[in-house]
C-alpha cells in the first residue's frame, strides 16, 4: 500500500529538482519608484524615492537572436553567452512620472517572456516588455493596429496602435527586436508616453535603481 | 567601524545564500514555469530587502511574499496572455511542466490546494505556518490539504 503522503513528498521534492538555479547575487533591480502627477502616489514607501530617474522598463536582451521584422523565429543563446557579453544588455527606460513605474526584462534562456512589477496600480500604462520574434509584426497588422514609425534615442522603431493599446518594436541590431506593449493608454497620449521611452547605458541604469529605494548591491 | 545599514546588507546577504535556492524552488512548485518563478522569487526577495532589518522573520515573510506573488500572477494570468497573444504569433512562452505522475497531478490541483501541498509535503510546514503563509486559518489550511490529497489518492490509483 503506498503512503500518499509519502509519494506526495517524494513527487515534490524530484520536482522540485527541476526548478531553475537561483542567482548567486541579488540584485534588487525592481526598485522603482512612481509619482503620477495630478494624483496620489500608489506606494508610499516608494514616494521617498521619487527624486531621479523613473525607470519603466529594462529589457535585458541576448544576443544571437536572428529575426527581423519580418524574419523567421530566432534563436536564442546561452545564458553564459549573455552573461559574458555586456553589449548585448539594454535597458529601456521611460522617465515621464505621469506614468507608473514597472520593470520588465527578458530571460536569458527564452526566446521571450516578460516580467511587470505591479505598482498597485488600476494596471494604466504599465507596460509588458518582450523579445518578439518575426511574426510579431504581421500579427499585429493583422490584428487591425495601425501602423506610425518612432525612433527612441535615434533607434528606429515601428509604433502599433489600437485603442488602448500602443505597441513599440525597436530593432536593437543584429535583428533583435524589442517589444514594449502598453494597455490602457488614454487616447492623445500615446505620442508622449513613446517620447518618454530612452535607452540607457548600465551604470546609468544602476544610478537610477540607486537612487530609488533599494540600492544595487553586487 | 562598520555601518548599520552595512551590517544589514551583510546579514541579508547571508540570509540570500541561505534561501535564495529554496525560494526559487518554492516559487517553481507553485508555477511550473521558469522566468515566473525566477521573477517572483526576485520580486519576494526585493521585498525582504527593502525591510530585513525589522523584520523577525524573514524567511516566513518571504514565503508569504511569494505565495502572495504567483496569486496576484494567477489572477492577471488572463490578461497577460491575451495581452502577449497580440505580439507572439508563435508559442514563445514556455510552460515547464512536471514528468508526469503524482507531479502532474499536483500541478493540476487548483492553486489554494497545490500551495498547501506544497508547504505541507515540501517545505514541511505546520499548519499554522501554512495559514501564515496564505493568510488563511489553520483549519482552512487541514481543509485544503484533505481535499488536495483525496483528489490525489484519486488521481493515483484510479
New interface residues.
Given amino acids: 500500500m ?1 503512503d ?2 509519502d ?10 529538482g ?7 547575487s ?1 540584485v ?4 522603482v519608484v512612481s509619482t503620477p502627477t495630478g494624483g496620489p502616489p500608489r506606494r508610499p ?1 516608494l514616494v521617498a524615492a521619487a527624486a531621479a530617474i523613473l525607470i519603466i522598463g529594462v529589457v535585458w536582451v541576448v544576443g544571437g537572436r536572428d529575426a527581423g521584422d519580418n524574419s523567421p ?1 530566432a534563436q536564442t543563446t546561452s545564458p553564459s553567452t549573455a552573461q559574458q557579453s555586456p553589449a548585448t544588455r539594454f535597458h529601456v527606460v521611460l522617465d515621464d512620472p505621469a506614468w507608473t513605474i514597472t520593470m520588465a ?1 527578458i ?1 536569458s ?10 505598482t498597485g496600480s488600476d494596471g494604466i500604462g504599465r507596460p ?1 516588455v ?1 523579445i ?2 518575426g ?2 509584426a ?3 497588422a493583422e ?1 487591425g493596429f495601425e501602423r506610425s514609425p518612432v525612433a527612441i534615442d535615434g533607434v528606429n522603431g515601428t509604433l502599433y496602435t489600437r485603442t488602448g ?1 500602443a ?1 513599440v ?1 525597436v530593432d536593437l541590431g543584429d535583428g533583435r527586436l524589442a ?1 514594449i ?1 502598453f ?1 490602457q493608454v488614454p487616447s492623445g497620449e500615446v505620442d508622449s508616453l513613446v517620447r518618454e521611452l530612452h535607452f540607457v547605458t548600465d551604470s546609468e541604469f544602476e544610478s537610477a535603481a540607486a537612487s530609488a ?2 540600492p544595487i ?1 553586487r | 567601524m562598520e555601518q548599520p545599514e552595512e551590517a544589514a ?1 551583510g546579514s ?2 547571508h540570509f ?1 545564500e541561505q534561501e ?2 529554496s ?3 518554492l ?3 507553485l508555477t511550473h514555469h ?6 517572483v ?3 519576494a ?2 521585498a525582504v ?2 525591510r530585513f532589518d525589522r523584520l523577525d522573520n524573514p524567511a516566513a515573510y518571504l514565503r508569504k511574499v511569494i505565495v502572495n506573488a504567483v496569486y ?1 500572477r494567477s489572477r ?1 494570468g488572463g490578461r ?1 496572455r491575451r ?2 497573444a ?5 508559442a ?3 510552460i ?1 511542466g ?2 508526469g ?3 502532474d497531478a ?1 500541478a493540476r490541483l487548483p492553486l489554494n490546494q497545490r500551495t498547501a ?2 508547504l505541507r ?2 517545505a514541511d510546514l505546520d499548519h499554522q505556518a501554512i495559514g501564515d503563509a496564505m493568510g488563511i486559518r489553520p483549519s482552512s489550511v487541514r481543509s485544503l490539504c484533505t481535499r488536495a ?1 483525496t483528489q ?2 484519486k488521481d ?1 490509483f484510479q
Avoid at chain 1, 534588487?28 to 526598485?31: F, G, K, R, W
Avoid at chain 1, 534562456?109 to 505591479?118: G, P, W
Fill in positions: 503506498i500518499i503522503e509519494a506526495i513528498r517524494e513527487a515534490l521534492h524530484a520536482d522540485a527541476q526548478a531553475p538555479v537561483a542567482d548567486e541579488f534588487p533591480t525592481t526598485a514607501y523565429a526584462r530571460n534562456d527564452q526566446v521571450s517572456s516578460s516580467y511587470r512589477n505591479d509588458a518582450v518578439t520574434t511574426g510579431a504581421a500579427a499585429l490584428a493599446l505597441i518594436i517589444t506593449a494597455e529605494t533599494i548591491q | 546588507r541579508f546577504a540570500y535564495r535556492q525560494a526559487t524552488r516559487a517553481w512548485l521558469v522566468s515566473t518563478a525566477e521573477d522569487t526576485q520580486d526577495f526585493t530587502f527593502a496576484e492577471r497577460e495581452r502577449l497580440l505580439v507572439h504569433r508563435d514563445v512562452t514556455s515547464d512536471p514528468t505522475g503524482l507531479a499536483i501541498i506544497v509535503y515540501w490529497t490525489l489518492r493515483l
